[in-house]
């Protein structure tokens, strides 16, 4: 029974220094890994541990999730980058897809005046027609134009939406992970302690030894385990990084996408104008061939009237 009680302590006692070796180990290096992206906030501050206890209770670093997990903070600036990157989209979509309905009901407005000059002459009309004409092609086009790039968008914000989902297993993942090894350490520390107080003074010289010189190999495989872990979580920290630097790739892109399709339409609007000018110009000039003709049909129906007096002195004087 005590043999069996030994080798427990032994175990306990070696998974308990391994666990916070690890700990202390992972929690240095993210650290220095997140200090190289963003300094935590004042409610983050992480106190550094100058050592892993060897004796006694846990050190309260150990307990807390937020000072063994740096990753966190990462994982936390992510998703908030990329909720404001789906808002931005979405509100300058929406600004565009509101200044494309106003060209449309500018271009229907003028339509209208077209329609109503139909007083004016053959040659105008037929002028005016050509010009809304390409003005609605060009509306048409810049409207597809509108549409292909919100389609890309919509794409842009169901891929983004994946990823965050994704990311957020992810640090769910991590998270349980945390909690299960602060747990563990907890409860090894607390084993250790009670099994270090009943073995303290049973266990002689050369079985001290022995038990040393295991407790040293088991640290060693153990220890090279732990190495293998780190270089995982350190490769799956890259390839997050090289994550977030392609969204933010993408949004540039998205963002000059943006600003060409909105100088598109300022030029587009500019055209309105220059069309409703010209056709107001073609209107007033519409005006003053009807007044031209008003006057021509009162000059007409005067020459009328004095050949009608003429014919009528003609046919007196016959008779």
Not at 203 to 210: D, F
Request: aromatic share 2%.
């Amino acid at each position: 029974e005590l043999q069996s009680l030994r080798r427990q302590a032994q175990e306990l006692a070696h998974d308990n220094e391994a666990l916070k070796l690890t700990l202390h180990r992972l929690s240095v290096e993210l650290s220095r890994l997140q200090a190289s992206s963003r300094p935590p906030s004042q409610l983050e501050v992480i106190q550094k541990p100058s050592d892993s206890p060897q004796t006694g209770s846990p050190a309260p670093w150990l307990l807390d999730v937020k000072r063994l997990s740096p990753l966190l903070l990462a994982y936390e600036d992510r998703m908030k980058e990329k909720d404001e990157l789906l808002q931005s989209t979405e509100e300058q979509v929406q600004r565009l897809r509101a200044r494309a309905e106003e060209v449309i009901r500018e271009n229907e407005r003028l339509h209208d005046d077209i329609s109503k000059m139909g007083g004016s002459s053959q040659e105008d009309c037929q002028h005016l027609q050509q010009q809304a004409f390409l003005v609605l092609q060009e509306n048409q086009v810049l409207l597809d134009q509108l549409e292909t790039q919100h389609t890309s968008h919509q794409s842009e914000v169901t891929r983004v939406t994946r990823q965050l989902m994704l990311l957020e297993e992810e640090k769910k993942c991590v998270e349980e992970a945390l909690e299960r090894s602060r747990e563990e350490a907890q409860a090894n520390a607390e084993e250790a302690q009670a099994l270090r107080a009943l073995l303290r003074d049973a266990v002689a010289g050369e079985e001290h030894r022995n038990t040393t010189e295991n407790l040293r190999r088991q640290l060693e495989q153990q220890d090279s385990k732990n190495s293998g872990e780190k270089a995982e979580m350190l490769r799956r920290l890259s390839d997050l990084q090289e994550e977030k630097r392609r969204l933010a790739w993408d949004k540039a892109n998205l963002t000059e996408g943006l600003r060409r399709a909105q100088q598109e339409l300022e030029l587009e609007r500019q055209a309105n104008r220059e069309a409703e000018r010209k056709m107001s110009a073609l209107k007033r000039q519409t005006e003053e061939c009807a007044l031209k003709k008003e006057t021509t049909l009162h000059h007409m129906e005067a020459v009328l009237s004095v050949v009608e007096n003429i014919s009528k002195e003609r046919d007196q004087l016959l008779h």
